[in-house]
T-cell receptor, first 113, second 116 residues
Framework: EAQVTQNPRYLITVTGKKLTVTCSQN?????MSWYRQDPGLGLRQIYY???????DKGDVPEGYKVSRKEKRNFPLILESPSPNQTSLYFC????????????FGSGTRLTVV | AQTVTQSQPEMSVQEAETVTLSCTYD???????LFWYKQPPSRQMILVIR??????QNATENRFSVNFQKAAKSFSLKISDSQLGDTAMYFC?????????????FGKGTRLSVIA
């Protein structure tokens, strides 16, 4: 089944404790992206990647890191999480053309206390 | 930069009735795609319908159809014969072409409740 797999689905952590949210897709898509969803703000892009070893900032990149060492994987790293990073996170992928929209992962609900 | 506006934070509709969700966008681009995504309580993002800007014909997918007015930069979603399973958050989204490194830009969403 074609899908984007995110883990974990839920995560509660403490301020300053490094964490990684994993994302993997099995569709050989070139483009991958991370979004955060907050009430009243919709989905905002954090980082994206057009292909292996090519990443760039989205609209809200502060406090996040990403890497794209393999085409299928695009982990999101929070080096020192803070409470304002409490959010619902989505990984998404698409072929280069993008015309069919994105395929989304199931989301990760992150709480930083 | 492109912006997408959904002016109705919340809406409700009786089961079997028809409801229309509004979306406007701001862009200077001529070639782009527009999308409606549904997010049920399971929080999964599900593509409902897509529209290519160069196509004048409005897209339809079963009970879902759009009214695309390019000159007015309007892209509303009509849900006919509403069902309880349509209860969800709905997001309008915009992508310019060529897509390449351009993101999918989302509106803030409309929460739709279908009432029995």
């Amino acid at each position: 089944e074609a899908q984007v797999t995110q883990n974990p689905r839920y995560l509660i952590t403490v301020t300053g404790k490094k964490l990684t949210v994993t994302c993997s897709q099995n569709m050989n898509h070139e483009y991958m992206s991370w979004y955060r969803q907050d009430p009243g703000l919709g989905l905002r892009q954090i980082y994206y990647s057009m292909n292996v070893e090519v990443t760039d900032k989205g609209d809200v990149p502060e406090g996040y890191k990403v890497s794209r060492k393999e085409k299928r994987n695009f982990p999101l790293i929070l080096e020192s999480p803070s409470p304002n990073q409490t959010s619902l996170y989505f990984c998404a992928s698409s072929p280069w053309t993008g015309g069919n929209g994105y395929t989304f992962g199931s989301g990760t609900r992150l709480t930083v206390v | 930069a492109q912006t997408v506006t959904q002016s109705q934070p919340e809406m409700s509709v009786q089961e079997a009735e028809t409801v229309t969700l509004s979306c406007t966008y701001d862009t200077s681009e001529n070639n782009y795609y527009l999308f409606w995504y549904k997010q049920p309580p399971s929080r999964q993002m599900i593509l409902v319908i897509r529209q290519e800007a160069y196509k004048q014909q409005n897209a339809t997918e079963n009970r879902f159809s759009v009214n695309f007015q390019k000159a007015a930069k309007s892209f509303s979603l009509k849900i006919s014969d509403s069902q309880l399973g349509d209860t969800a958050m709905y997001f309008c989204a915009f992508m310019k072409l060529p897509s390449g490194n351009t993101p999918l830009v989302f509106g803030k969403g409309t929460r739709l409740s279908v009432i029995a």
